[in-house]
């Protein structure tokens, strides 16, 4: 903790109410829930599109959220303790995840830096700015932002530099995996060798995949909802990685197109509607973007999206085929009840289990 003041140190436990508090306020006044999971997922989904509301006070909307989460804190503690389980697990993941990655020189890849640069440009302007003005790097936009949101105020709060939050804010989306996997697993423990086993994912932290690991999450703990209770989660996912999230999406609407009802709809233009805030400043910016910003907006998001649909809507259609085809697969499985028939699906039509 060498040239870390006590009051940076102090300042430090302001996470708590963050990623806890301002949650369990907004789930008990709108959901009439408080759990740790719903909590933490619903703080950090606010937080993941605050910068599009914040009109360059980011800052002072951050510190403002945060005491309404402090008092979400005492409001919530009784209730965070019946859970000492789920708290002790989720905050063991961090823990470890921390002691295995802190030995490793930063940043952990190329589109880690980018991360750093997109944070400290938020933190620079209050908010979204069309190009990483001051650090001379060519565009910004063509990436969903609701990870950077998270940690630029997360930086404001804590008094972290960008590069700091950053990391933080992905150990805590190590966290809530763990959170999304035990809400179907129902197991502290084995959420957590789940967790640490998921090989794929745990490579996210050797190349920056930080906004995948968030839209993983989210989209995980969307699937244990019905209707319109998931909506502010499918947001977090968007917000954090639109492409990642694009098949789990389409997948949750195959499965619970008979609860989609006018709430879970208008959830969905509420979505779109902030999440096409971005888009829309890039055509009204489109002017300073620079030419390498265009080539990146029509080679990584159009065609990747396009991809990404392609491959999305031929995985929906063998899905459906095969639950047509084997509908006893929907039987028996209590726990994965939502997606279990998704996933077997195609592979039994295809022959492969």
């Known amino acids: 903790m060498e040239g870390i003041s006590i009051l940076q140190f102090l300042r430090l436990f302001l996470i708590f109410p963050y990623i806890y508090g301002l949650g369990y306020v907004l789930g008990r006044v709108i959901f009439g829930r408080g759990d740790i999971a719903f909590s933490v997922f619903l703080s950090l989904a606010v937080w993941s599109v605050l910068g599009w509301f914040s009109f360059g006070y980011l800052k002072l909307l951050s510190w403002f959220l945060t005491f309404l989460g402090a008092f979400g804190m005492l409001w919530g503690f009784r209730d965070l303790l019946k859970e000492w389980k789920i708290l002790l697990g989720f905050l063991t993941v961090i823990l470890l995840r921390f002691l295995i990655i802190s030995p490793l020189s930063f940043p952990y890849g190329n589109d880690a830096i980018m991360h ?39 930086s404001y709060i804590t008094g972290l530099d960008p590069a700091s939050s950053v990391i933080l804010t992905a150990y805590i989306f190590w966290g809530t995996l763990f959170l999304a996997v035990n809400t179907f697993v129902n197991s502290p423990v084995l959420s957590v060798v789940i967790t640490f086993t998921s090989v794929g994912i745990s490579t996210f932290m050797a190349w920056g995949g930080f906004p995948t ?63 096409s805030q971005q888009y829309f400043r890039i055509v009204f910016f489109g002017s300073e973007i620079q030419p390498y910003e265009n080539f990146t907006l029509n080679r990584f998001v159009l065609d990747t999206f396009k991809k990404s649909a392609l491959f999305s809507a031929i995985y ?14 929907a039987k028996g499985a209590s726990n994965f009840r939502l997606y279990s028939p998704y996933i077997r699906a195609p592979f039994l039509l295809l022959g492969l289990l």
């Open 116 to 154: 750093v640069y997109t944070t400290s440009t938020i933190i620079n302007h209050g908010g979204f700015y069309h190009i990483f003005e001051p650090f001379g790097v060519e565009g910004m936009g063509s990436f969903n932002l609701g990870f950077h949101y998270i940690s630029a105020s997360l």
């Open 316 to 329: 929906i259609i063998f899905a459906f085929w095969g639950y047509k085809k084997y509908p006893e697969i």
């Open 213 to 275: 690991l968030a839209s993983y999450s989210f989209s995980i703990f969307a699937f244990s909802f019905n209707g319109y209770l998931s909506i502010p989660f499918w947001l977090g996912a968007f917000s954090t990685h639109f492409i990642t999230s694009s098949t789990a999406f389409l997948s949750y609407l195959v499965a619970n197109w008979k609860n989609l009802d006018k709430k879970f709809l208008l959830g969905l233009i509420i979505i779109a509607l902030i999440l």
